[in-house]
């Protein structure tokens, strides 16, 4: 076994060499005659378009890429190196989102200062966002489910910011992200003299740093008997990290999957040792991005311009997906033990009677508080007709997100799935904006089944992929990141391709009940209440699940009959919520724990209390988005993201205190 490891891996690398050269070679013998291929690289022709197309765009997008992948491998060895985790990478930590949403607001402000402006906003969002989850996780001593928690849940946070700034400046901010969404066909020798000097100044520290980070991936007392000052040499490693990762988003945008799949790939072949790694990873990150760039710029030939951190999204994911059998690294990504809990508490009527009271005297606000030009006003006569839809279908989705993401988690007994983070609510997304475009008039009896097979064709895709590892929250959370990255990569391509119906598609995603109508807020709210009234039934299944597949066997639950149910039922619920107020709600994540995290942990209660949870802060969501930047109004979905993760970092941070 041993021998046959550097044989494939060496196999590999020269078969992806081939390929990536070979394509390259053919790309730019399309361009441009070979014979002339020296003199357009020195001296270009400046009457000939073609050679000024070779010098000016097709060498240095090139190099760009090479020097983007090998940077990217870089840094995800780093990270996963100094954490302990395979999953890090700056996609999953969150530090790609901030270096964009950084980037977009200086971009939007106009900053003065050009080009040194650009770096200090990338550099700067990506530091506050690595610092608040590094923050969040390091009472656990960097806990490798608190820490990709976390960043998933700064990353949808700089997400939908970055989908406000869209929506309000959709004409401003459309050539950004498309730029952004790894868009290389507009980079120009400037990009390559930007990265290069800095990559390599990286590349020196990383290598003095070479001893504290082999010492860091051994366990911590081990690491301090031999020396190792652990908090100043994981700042430096990680700030080090993090301004790479700042620097590759100001050079060429988000590019998907390559910093988590090129050292997965290198240590999977054989690459145990960092030193090793890093040059593996690096070599295999480079050729992976050229090599998806080339097939972008062959397709572009034929077809249209894609961008290329999508295709590296639509090529890695499979690959990430086929591989996951063969991953054993993940087996050690253990649920966090949650000491720090309330006492389990018991949904009494008391309870109960405050919870509903406390959805009551928030719809009575949301339906009689108002403002106009001249300030705030009580009034229910007046706005009734025009409020009630929205906060009946407002409440609604919030409830049937909460229950959804208590069932995900029950199923698949790990604390840490939800609609949003699992990629069920953007599969759903996804079936619903595919319909929409095929059927342009309204058709909401076919949104509903577009939707539920969307959201139950993923989450049957993540039980069984993650089945093999009994659920693990590693196994879990990697085909959770490789669903999730597939469909928002569908979608912004759907969102960049120029239909004009896409505003419009993109307010909905943003999780708006602008356009809710009365006949639809009820159908949603009749829809809820079924489907919530059926969730009882699989009591006993939610109960056992959680033990684990062996033990609900051992008690007589046929595990694939309960699960199907299960999948059903929760598909429905999130398709449902999500023709209200799209992918972006966060509902499903955060309802669950804080039920869970007040003392709630049986099923029924803690559904119970997650759906009123969730329903008060979609209905106080809606309510604000109409009033924060009066006139204008903020989708409850993205309010609800605003509201729901600072509470939820804070409940990370007080648990792993």
């Known amino acids: 076994m041993s021998k046959r490891v550097p044989r494939l891996s060496a196999a590999l690398v020269l078969a992806l060499s081939l390929a990536a050269l070979s394509l390259a070679v053919f790309n730019l013998t399309l361009q441009l005659a070979p014979g002339l291929w020296w003199r357009a690289a020195c001296h270009p022709d400046t009457g000939s378009i073609d050679q000024m197309l070779f010098h000016y765009s097709l060498l240095p997008r090139t190099a760009l890429s090479l020097l983007v992948g090998a940077g990217l491998g870089l840094v995800g060895v780093v990270f996963q190196q100094i954490l302990r985790n395979p999953l890090a990478e700056p996609t999953t930590l969150g530090v790609s989102a901030g270096a964009q949403l950084g980037l977009t607001v200086a971009t939007l402000l106009a900053l003065p200062g050009d080009e040194a402006t650009r770096q200090l906003a990338t550099i700067a969002g990506a530091l506050a966002v690595g610092g608040l989850v590094f923050g969040v996780s390091w009472g656990r001593r960097l806990s490798p489910v608190t820490l990709i928690l976390a960043g998933l849940v700064l990353g949808l946070y700089c997400g939908a910011a970055k989908s406000l700034l869209a929506l309000l400046n959709y004409e401003r901010l459309q050539t950004l992200f498309l730029w952004s969404s790894g868009m290389l066909n507009q980079q120009d020798w400037s990009r390559v003299q930007f990265l290069l000097p800095r990559l390599a100044v990286g590349l020196l520290l990383i290598l003095l740093m070479l001893r504290p980070l082999m010492l860091m991936g051994l366990d911590d007392g081990v690491a301090r008997n031999l020396g190792l000052g652990l908090i100043a040499a994981r700042v430096g490693g990680i700030g080090v990290a993090i301004v790479l990762s700042a620097f590759l988003v100001n050079a060429a945008g988000i590019i998907g999957f390559i910093g988590l799949f090129a050292p997965l790939l290198a240590r999977m072949l054989g690459a145990r040792r960092l030193l090793p790694r890093l040059g593996f990873s690096c070599l295999l990150g480079a050729l992976l991005l050229l090599l998806s760039d080339q ?363």
Not at 449 to 468: D, E, M, W, Y
Not at 595 to 613: K, S, V
């Open 295 to 657: 097939l972008m710029i062959l397709l572009a030939r034929l077809w249209r311009e894609i961008p290329t951190g999508a295709a590296t999204a639509l090529i890695g994911a499979p690959l990430l997906l086929w591989l996951l059998p063969r991953l054993r690294e993940t087996r050690a990504m253990a649920a966090d033990n949650a000491q720090t809990l309330r006492p389990e508490r018991r949904m009494t009527p008391p309870a109960v009677l405050a919870g509903v009271a406390l959805l009551i005297l928030v719809a009575v606000v949301a339906l009689t508080l108002g403002r106009d030009n001249y300030g705030w006003y009580w009034s229910l006569q007046e706005m009734w007709r025009w409020r009630w839809p929205r906060v009946l279908a407002a409440g609604a989705a919030g409830a049937m997100l909460a229950a959804a993401g208590t069932l995900i988690q029950k199923m698949t007994g790990n604390p840490m799935a939800s609609p949003e983070v699992l990629g069920i609510s953007s599969g759903a997304a996804f079936g619903v904006v595919l319909l929409l475009l095929l059927v342009p008039d309204d058709a909401f009896a076919w949104l509903l089944p577009a939707g539920s097979l969307g959201a139950a064709l993923t989450l049957l895709l993540i039980i069984v992929l993650s089945q093999r590892g009994g659920f693990s929250s590693g196994r879990l959370l990697l085909v959770g990141i490789a669903l999730s990255t597939l469909f928002t990569t569908l979608l912004t391509l759907l969102l960049v391709s120029g239909d004009p119906r896409m505003s419009s598609v993109l307010t909905w995603l943003s999780g708006s009940t602008y356009k809710v109508s009365g006949a639809q807020a009820i159908r949603t709210a009749v829809i809820a209440v079924v489907l919530l009234a059926a969730a009882p039934l699989l009591r006993r299944w939610l109960d056992l699940l959680p033990l684990g597949g062996a033990t609900a066997r051992a008690a007589g639950v046929a595990l694939k009959p309960a699960r199907m149910a299960i999948l059903l039922l929760a598909a429905g619920l999130i398709a449902t919520a999500t023709l209200n107020v799209g992918p972006l709600s966060f509902i499903g994540l955060m309802a669950p724990h804080m039920a869970r995290l007040t003392g709630f942990r049986r099923p029924m209660p803690q559904m119970l209390a997650a759906c009123l949870l969730g329903g008060v802060l979609m209905m106080i969501a809606d309510w604000c988005g109409r009033f924060i930047i009066f006139p204008y109004q903020i989708p409850a979905g993205l309010l609800a993201t605003f509201f729901g993760a600072p509470y939820f970092i804070y409940l990370l941070r007080r648990q792993a205190g």
